[in-house]
């Protein structure tokens, strides 16, 4: 039965055309991807997960327990990439250790997916306000990122920091405005809205996932 579990989770075409992208970069193929591409799917990724994210937090109300699991949910956001900084640069510079940190501070859609194939597969049911959890894990990681990033540089170059320009590049990247600002979308808009951009945001999601797990370098 574990056997069957583990298969049924890595034979998942998300995580396998992960391993395609990542075989075509070790083996030096000449696969070319278009360079707009990338950034774009990116961006249909982050508004898609912000738009789910937003109406099944609408669809399971701001109660104290989902209150309790999001504020969770963020706090780990911001602790890993932290801690995970200052250990990466025992053996790292700066910038390689923040975008380190950042990435493993910040959830993975294919493993989210992947975690709710496995609970289903289980029999196993799940609030729909983890989706809701999942983007709100998004923006922290990349704040912190930011926030580390310019703190540790001003410093080695000994000047002061900006903490106005520090916040301003923080809340006001466009991956983290984009994120809440879908977020707030699905939340208000509700179940009607998610309706009307379903057959895209929601129907073509897990496809587009796997093209952008393909061209991600």
């Not at 109300?61 to 699991?69: A, R």
Request: overall charge neutral; aromatic content about 12%.
């Amino acid at each position: 039965m574990g056997l069957e579990l583990l298969l049924q989770n890595i034979l998942n075409p998300p995580v396998l055309m992960f391993f395609l992208g990542l075989g075509a970069v070790l083996l030096r193929t000449e696969l070319e991807v278009p360079q707009p591409l990338p950034k774009l799917f990116s961006l249909y990724l982050l508004i898609a997960i912000g738009l789910h994210g937003g109406y099944e937090l609408s669809r399971s109300g701001i109660t104290l327990d989902v209150l309790k699991v999001l504020l969770l949910a963020m706090f780990m956001a911001v602790a890993v990439p932290i801690y995970a900084f200052f250990i990466l640069r025992l053996k790292l510079d700066v910038y390689n250790a923040v975008a380190i940190a950042a990435t493993y501070g910040s959830i993975s859609a294919v493993t989210f997916i992947t975690a709710g194939s496995f609970l289903n597969s289980l029999g196993q049911s799940y609030g729909g306000y983890m989706v809701a959890a999942m983007t709100l894990m998004e923006s922290p990681a990349i704040v912190i990122g930011l926030v580390l990033l310019m703190l540790f540089t001003k410093r080695n170059n000994n000047s002061a920091v900006n903490w106005g320009e520090v916040l301003r590049e923080a809340f006001l990247n466009p991956s983290v405005y984009i994120l809440m600002g879908t977020l707030l979308i699905g939340f208000l808009t509700g179940e009607k809205g998610w309706k009307a951009i379903d057959p895209l945001f929601g129907v073509l999601f897990k496809g587009m996932l796997a093209f952008f797990c393909l061209i991600w370098r």
